[in-house]
């Protein structure tokens, strides 16, 4: 454990390297900005469309940075040949992705916190309202987001940052539309097309769990259970696309 | 014959100057026509909220909120042009697949179909459509309530909404004094009166100026 956590804490260093805490002031200054501009606009629905803005803006910054941040981070180590000077080390390769991933969703997990406490203020400035049901939303979307690293870190175990991008981007698009591939695979005749599709659909992460944005914008807490069934769900889902990785990465020749 | 050919020569750039000038009219005029269909057209194919839906990757309601704006600037754009809102419909429908749950734009498309279109019937059936998806939502009753009143003059109809609405959830306590009024059959037009000033008192601009209208023009027959 002393080992991952070494190799998650030389993450974060590496990823506060590349300042994105700029993204943070990018996004309070964006946010300040657009709800001058869009609440006189929105016929007294200025809460709500800041709330909406406000939480969208940060999941997509904190998933789009863990993608395009995470997708180089392996290649980094094989490209500079650092990953030999770790190797040398009692380290296993699992242990050191586990690192990895533990270091990339710490960040980004820390950067979309500081983006939903900004909503919140925003909110309780200029609405004399903090909706700290808000919260729940955070904790879910910080799951959504480990699922996403999780996955970038899978597959920038065997292939290029470009292409590691491009599958988790793929990833996140048809985890969004888990529900429909088993509606249309289900709608053919042909049974086996239905059980492929059924089989697609289980092993798809089902990110619509975690999308309670909708909900806490309405005022409406999220209830326990579902709560613990996403994070749950999120934590299982983890674990098992990080034992494939890992699976991947003991047999990968680095030369 | 040169003396000529230089008269006609420094004609030339006035006879330019003047064809331009006339083009870029012809061109202006031709650009306005086209704008203006462009404008009757604008918003008929902004696509279904369903597909909008899907194509949201679970950011639906922020999407909603874009096409709320979208919808407000198109209602503001035409009441100071030409007074139709032929899409305003299709699009509070959009906001309503992206967002069930977002109650304004259920009673501000209701109001602009029922007041300024002369459609209560269509406004009714979307705010029914709210009323499916948000069943304990008060506002939502009472507007329905207020555009039996107010425009389909359906007294039974507007008790029976105003009633539904005093026993919601979380409403004012204006709306148990209407359902009473409305039951006692109280004057058509103080009632009317009474409704247009709860509409004063709401933060929609667009439909406080209707309110302000309507409320001149009661004024005005009370003086008759």
Redesign the interface.
């Known amino acids: 454990m002393i080992r991952v956590l070494a190799v998650a804490r030389n993450t974060v260093r590496e990823v506060l390297r590349e300042r994105i805490v700029l993204v943070l002031a990018i996004f309070g200054a964006a946010l300040v900005v657009a709800s001058q501009i869009l609440s006189p606009l929105a016929l007294g629905e200025g809460k709500k469309v800041v709330t909406d803005f406000g939480l969208a803006g940060s999941s997509l910054l904190a998933t789009l940075l863990a993608v395009f941040l995470g997708s180089s981070l392996l290649h980094k180590e094989l490209d500079r040949r650092t990953i030999y000077a770790v190797m040398a080390k009692p380290i296993r390769r699992a242990e050191f992705l586990v690192g990895k991933f533990l270091g990339l969703w710490t960040t980004t997990g820390f950067l979309l916190a500081g983006m939903t406490l900004m909503v919140l203020a925003q909110l309780t400035v200029v609405h004399h309202e903090t909706p700290w049901i808000l919260l729940g939303s955070l904790l879910l979307t910080l799951m959504e987001l480990g699922i996403v690293i999780a996955f970038v870190i899978l597959f920038s175990s065997f292939t290029t940052p470009g292409l590691t991008a491009f599958f988790t981007i793929g990833v996140i698009v048809t985890g969004n539309f888990a529900d429909q591939i088993l509606y249309f695979g289900g709608q053919g005749e042909s049974p086996m097309v239905a059980v492929l599709t059924g089989a697609f659909y289980w092993a798809l992460p089902h990110l619509s769990t975690f999308n309670v944005r909708g909900m806490v914008t309405h005022g409406i807490a999220v209830p326990p259970e579902r709560m613990a069934f996403a994070v749950t769900y999120a934590l299982l889902y983890m674990g098992a696309v990080l034992t494939v990785a890992g699976a991947i990465f003991e047999r990968r020749d680095f030369r | 014959m040169s003396r000529t050919w230089a008269r006609i020569a420094a004609l030339v750039p006035f006879l330019a100057a003047g064809a331009l000038l006339a083009g870029a009219d012809f061109l202006d005029e031709a650009g306005r026509e086209r704008f203006q269909r462009g404008s009757a057209d604008e918003l008929l194919y902004y696509p279904s909220g369903l597909m909008v839906r899907?194509a949201a990757?679970?950011?639906?309601?922020?999407a909603?909120?874009i096409a709320?704006?979208r919808g407000?600037?198109y209602y503001g754009e035409h009441r100071l042009t030409d007074q139709k809102f032929d899409m305003i419909g299709h699009v509070m429908d959009i906001v309503a697949d992206l967002?069930p749950?977002?109650i304004?734009p259920y009673i501000?498309g209701a109001f602009v179909l029922a007041q300024e279109m002369k459609q209560p019937e269509r406004g009714l059936l979307l705010l029914e459509r709210g009323r499916i998806a948000n069943p304990d939502d008060w506002a939502l009753a009472f507007e329905a309530g207020f555009l039996q009143y107010v425009c389909r003059h359906d007294f039974a109809a507007a008790t029976r909404y105003f009633t539904w609405a005093s026993r919601m959830p979380g409403h004012p306590e204006y709306v148990e004094r209407f359902a009473a009024f409305a039951s006692q059959k109280a004057g058509n037009r103080g009632m009317a009166i009474l409704l247009w000033k709860r509409v004063l008192a709401?933060?929609?601009?667009?439909m406080q100026q209707v309110a302000l209208r309507e409320l001149k023009r009661l004024d005005e027959e009370g003086q008759r």
Do not use: H, P, V
Not at chain 2, 57 to 62: K, P, Q, S, V
Not at chain 2, 202 to 206: D, L, P
């Open positions: 899907q990757l679970g950011y639906e309601t922020a909603a909120d709320w704006l407000i600037q967002d749950a977002f304004q501000f709401t933060g929609n601009k667009y």
